[in-house]
């Protein structure tokens, strides 16, 4: 067996600061448990902040210090979207032992079973470069190792996993020699202090040690954890599954008043969307993201404690960032009630595809795809009433051969059923202009010559005759169709009553124009 594991050395406080502004940029912060910091960023410590210091201490050192509190709920939510990509290339995945909240370092993770799957991926080094590279949209910190055992794996990672060389080893033998080394925090943090008063610092030095002396002193489990990760215990996995239904919550850094604000949580959502939506192999063919306000800043007693907003793309879709610039989009023309403190997304609605064609030259199906995309941001935008497209009608004669209706993303390109049929059983006439006009232009004529501008009209090619119309209101429509010129040089498209019209009416009409 190979096992890959995925160590998360910040997560606390990257879920904590997932949405954290441009304001708050520079600023160190911490994560409090009990009044005491549990978690501290770079700026921090740079600043002199360490784990397990007073709240009031931590303020003396950096009084502008950003404080948050660790949540275990939240850093479960974002080691779920981990989880829920690592399944995506393996049915094989466990959580990786959690230390407690205020231990240093903590083991925090996923381990995945990746032996049967190499052969898909092209080998090892293939398969953990398009894992970095579906992880990183997610935001993490992220270490990676391979050992022939799951907890061997874990060790590594959280170890040397952010090593270019040493951080991966396929033999149980080798894996062995280089687990000597591993301090021994790692493997037993809460018994470190009296192992490090032992003069005991790595594995081997345990090693040395008598083990019934040791399973006394320690307990059978720290032998046990030696034995697994070295490959000479059998080891048992809880294997995860992926839901049926995404639902994920977001708590804000500061409370959103605009619709920029909320973007940036949502993109941390909709980055686990898409995670979960990838595991199953689907597209996302709808979404609802909830804003839930805060109630002290409510205008009135009548607004609402939360506002939803669905979200469904004419076509499914896999991308976040297409995602996300519908809901950016939609978010722009809705006023928000009340400032927003959480977000909250949901999704039931998978709709099965293969995986985006990676393809050298676009074909017909990616043009229609990026149109479709077009159309989706102008109605989110506009108004799905203000992006219309034209729909040919079965009736020949030029002003009633078209119709204007709402755009459908989904069916651009598509045939319109019925009416391609109607029209290639009735035939059409022969060439005509793009540019119509909105009524057709009476025009003088002399010497039965129709005249436009006061210049008489060359007749190039005619008469095409039309006969149709007599079974509605309009009346029928009998007319001879010719490509005229004008002076000017420029074709036009004129039209003649073939029946006997009243003494002073117009017997030519300017129908269009050719470009």
């Known amino acids: 067996m190979l096992w890959v594991a995925l160590h998360l050395p ?3 406080l990257e879920s904590w600061a997932a949405t954290r502004g441009p304001e708050h940029a520079g600023r160190a912060g911490v994560l409090l448990h009990e009044h005491q910091v549990a978690f501290a960023d770079d700026v921090a410590l740079a600043l002199g902040v360490r784990v397990g210091m007073k709240r009031a201490t ?13 949540d275990a709920r939240r850093d479960a939510r974002a080691l779920r979207a981990v989880a829920h990509a690592a399944l995506g290339f393996s049915p094989s995945v466990a959580w990786v032992p959690v230390a407690a909240p205020t231990a240093s370092p903590a083991l925090v993770g996923v381990r995945l079973e990746v032996q ?6 092209g080998g090892l080094p293939a398969l953990l470069a398009r894992l970095a590279q579906a992880l990183a949209p997610l935001g993490h910190q992220l270490r990676i190792a391979s050992a022939p055992t799951a907890l061997g794996a874990a060790l590594l990672a959280a170890w040397r996993g952010d090593l270019a ?15 000597d080394g591993l301090p021994l925090p790692l493997l037993a943090a809460a018994d470190a202090p009296a192992l490090a008063g032992m003069g005991l610092h790595t594995l081997a030095d345990l090693r040395r040690l008598p083990r019934d002396g040791l399973a006394r002193r320690f307990g059978p489990a720290l032998l046990a954890a030696i034995d697994q990760a070295r490959g000479h215990a059998p080891e048992a996995h809880a294997w995860l599954t992926l839901p049926p239904r995404f639902a994920s919550r977001l708590e804000l850094m500061a409370r959103a008043d605009t619709s920029a604000q909320v973007l940036a949580g949502a993109r941390v959502l909709l980055a686990r969307l898409v995670a979960w939506g990838g595991a199953h192999q689907s597209r996302i063919a709808r979404f609802t993201l909830v804003m839930h306000h805060e109630p002290r800043h409510r205008s009135d007693s009548t607004a609402p404690t939360e506002t939803s907003l669905l979200i469904a793309p004419a076509q499914p879709a896999a991308d976040a960032d297409h995602l996300h610039s519908l809901l950016a989009e939609r978010l722009g023309r809705l006023p928000l009630p009340a400032p927003a403190l959480e977000l909250s997304l949901r999704c039931e609605h998978l709709v099965a595809a293969e995986a985006p ?9 990616s043009q229609r795809e990026g149109l479709a995309r077009l159309v989706e941001r102008l109605q989110a935008r506009l108004g799905v009433e203000q992006v219309q497209r034209c729909v040919p009608v079965a009736d020949h004669r030029p002003e009633c051969s078209t119709r204007w209706l709402p755009a459908d993303p989904s069916r651009l390109g598509a045939a319109t059923p019925g009416v391609d049929d109607a029209l290639a059983s009735a035939g059409v006439l022969g060439p005509q202009p793009l540019w119509l006009l909105p009524q057709p232009q009476a025009l003088a004529e002399r010497h039965q010559q129709p005249l436009l501008d006061g210049q008489p009209l060359q007749l190039l090619a005619g008469p095409e005759r039309l006969e149709t119309g007599w079974w509605d209101d309009q009346g029928p429509a009998v007319r001879d169709y010719f490509i005229a010129q004008a002076t ?3 074709l036009v498209w004129v039209y003649r009553h073939r029946l006997p019209v009243d003494d002073g009416a117009p017997g030519w009409f300017l129908q269009g124009l050719f470009a």
């Open 116 to 121: 049967s799957c190499l052969r898909y991926f």
């Open 357 to 365: 064609n990676g393809e050298l030259f676009a074909s017909a199906a």
């Open 165 to 179: 060389l040493g951080a991966h080893s396929t033999d149980r033998e080798a894996l062995q020699i280089l687990l």
């Open 58 to 70: 931590a303020l003396a050192l950096a009084p502008d210090l950003l404080l948050g509190q660790a």
């Open 10 to 12: 910040a997560l606390s």
């Open 488 to 490: 000017s040089g420029a």
